[in-house]
């Protein structure tokens, strides 16, 4: 059994079985293992529009943002895969309701969207695709939910690695896998992308990858799943990705630590040395507030992301409130407001903020950012804080991939995106999580509700000189 300490949901009766799976929790499998490949898989190279080009790179932007409608096609299929399974009230039982208000926050900002067709058509994306995995994850149960994830990350690490040997090797079939010579970026010449589309995508993946290797590996002692954690690893430094590589071992440790404490009933003493250890960072920063201000005050640092947000700053004062919409900001052709505030050239060819709590600030506001971060953040640190011991090891693992989309999110747009390839398994694991709150609180509600007769009877404590 893959995690033996992972309740199992109720199963829906009437419908035929093969090998303990129902009918609809093989088809929510497959549609969950195709959405993931939807996303993360790209085994074809597109060089980026030289920054000479303007018409050529304002039209690169919009079709990254977008996609091809073939994929489109198949969201829309899996959605009626999943809603004829599920219905309505499964659909959102994965989805929390701060997350609903937040989503429903970005739909209703369309009202005001620069480009309103664009912003209803994106965040009607976004909606579709968190309500697929959500279901999906719903029907199959936590169990038969990191099965689907495990063999997916693995046959993605496997044939990464098969396609990055090939491109080493010369075999022109392969070249993908690797980023070309010609990149305008130098710094991403070389690096391994494997069957994804960006090496920092390739990064974030393989973090994940080595969470749920890791957690696999503890609870069956397999040397397979051993060996692909060690995979995952190698291949997460091949992509040199900086802030996944930074990030790593700090989110294998915290949730090694994670899951020792759920263990032992000890969340409230992790999560208070958690505070603990964020208080202190915020006096060292408040200490370092001019050291601070002057690395933020260079354009160039963070891989020029400071540029990014310096000039983002700009539109946000104006429109601090609302924002500009939902998906109406960047990538809507030359409608867009970083044509008339960017502080550098380099930034029209920017595809996103390069940080999710930027993406969501200028796009839907202060009221769409405190409503994310309610959703997303808060929200879920109340759910993990409050996990039984039993589910320990699901807990730790969805802590960890959580917590890495939480950070990650500082330097890069993953942040309640539509189909963004790292941002999916945060989904998962925030699903998964409020599954098995959901299900733990309906079992409470049961036992309360049963009648006294029905209540198991504890049997009396014998006096001292007859116990065993």
């Given amino acids: 059994m893959t995690f033996a300490d992972v309740v199992s949901l109720p199963q829906r009766a009437g419908r035929s079985t093969i090998k303990g799976m129902q009918l609809s929790q093989w088809i929510c499998a497959a549609v969950l ?42 969201y829309i299929l899996f959605f009626t895969s ?38 209803i058509r994106r965040s009607l994306s976004m909606v579709m695709i968190l309500l697929v995995i959500g279901s999906s994850v719903r029907i199959l149960g936590p169990k038969r939910t990191l099965q689907v994830v495990y ?42 992308r494997g069957v994804m589309m960006h090496k920092n995508v390739a990064g974030a993946v393989m973090t994940h990858a080595s969470v749920v290797f890791l957690h696999f590996a503890l609870n069956r002692k397999s ?21 996944s590589l930074a990030l790593d071992g700090f989110i ?34 408040f200490a370092l507030w001019d050291q601070i201000t002057i690395f933020f005050s260079d354009p ?29 900001f960047w990538a809507i052709g030359y409608n867009s407001p970083i044509y008339a505030i960017a502080i550098e050239p380099f930034v029209y060819g920017v595809g996103h903020s390069h940080s999710g709590y930027f993406e969501i600030l200028v ?14 953040v808060f929200w879920p640190f109340y759910r993990f804080l409050s996990i039984e011991p039993r589910d320990a090891s699901l807990g730790a693992l969805c802590m960890s991939l959580w917590l890495f989309g939480v950070l990650q999110n500082f330097t890069e747009s993953q942040f309640f995106a539509a189909d963004k390839q790292s941002w999916m398994f945060v989904v998962i694991a925030i699903c998964l999580v409020q599954n098995v709150a959901v299900d733990r609180e309906r079992e409470r509600k049961r036992r309360r509700e049963l009648p006294r007769w029905l209540m198991p009877q504890s049997r009396p404590m014998l006096p001292a000189r007859e116990r065993v």
Avoid at 165 to 191: N, Q
Avoid at 226 to 231: A, D, M, N, Y
Avoid at 264 to 281: D, E, H, M, N, T
Avoid at 363 to 376: E, M, P, Q, S
């Fill in 33 to 74: 293992f195709g959405c993931m490949t939807l996303i993360l898989v790209k085994i074809t190279y597109l060089a980026a529009a030289p920054a000479s080009d303007p018409d050529q790179n304002v039209a690169a932007l919009l079709e990254a943002a977008d996609g091809d409608d073939s994929k489109k096609f198949f």
């Fill in 82 to 119: 999943v809603f004829m399974f599920s219905g309505w009230q499964k659909m959102f039982d994965s989805i929390s309701i701060p997350y609903r208000l937040a989503a429903g926050w970005s739909i209703l900002s369309c009202l005001w969207a620069i480009d309103p067709g664009i912003s």
């Fill in 151 to 192: 063999w997916f990350m693995a046959i993605v690490l496997v044939t990464s690695f098969v396609a990055v040997v090939g491109a080493m090797a010369g075999i022109t079939v392969f070249s993908f896998a690797l980023h070309p010579a010609d990149e305008v970026d130098t710094s991403l010449i070389g690096a391994w």
């Fill in 223 to 243: 040397k397979i799943d051993w060996l692909l954690f060690i995979g995952s690893i190698i291949f997460l430094v091949g992509t040199k990705s900086k802030t």
């Fill in 252 to 285: 294998l440790g915290v949730g090694l630590l994670y899951r020792m404490a759920a263990q032992k009933r000890g969340l409230k003493l992790f999560f208070a040395s958690v505070l603990c250890f964020l208080g202190a960072g915020a006096v060292i920063c």
């Fill in 300 to 328: 160039a640092n963070i891989s020029g992301r400071v540029a990014i947000w310096t000039s983002l700053l700009t539109y946000i004062k104006g429109h601090l409130w609302l924002g500009s919409g939902y998906g109406s």
């Fill in 363 to 376: 796009t839907c506001g202060i009221v769409g950012l405190v409503l994310a971060l309610y959703a997303l």
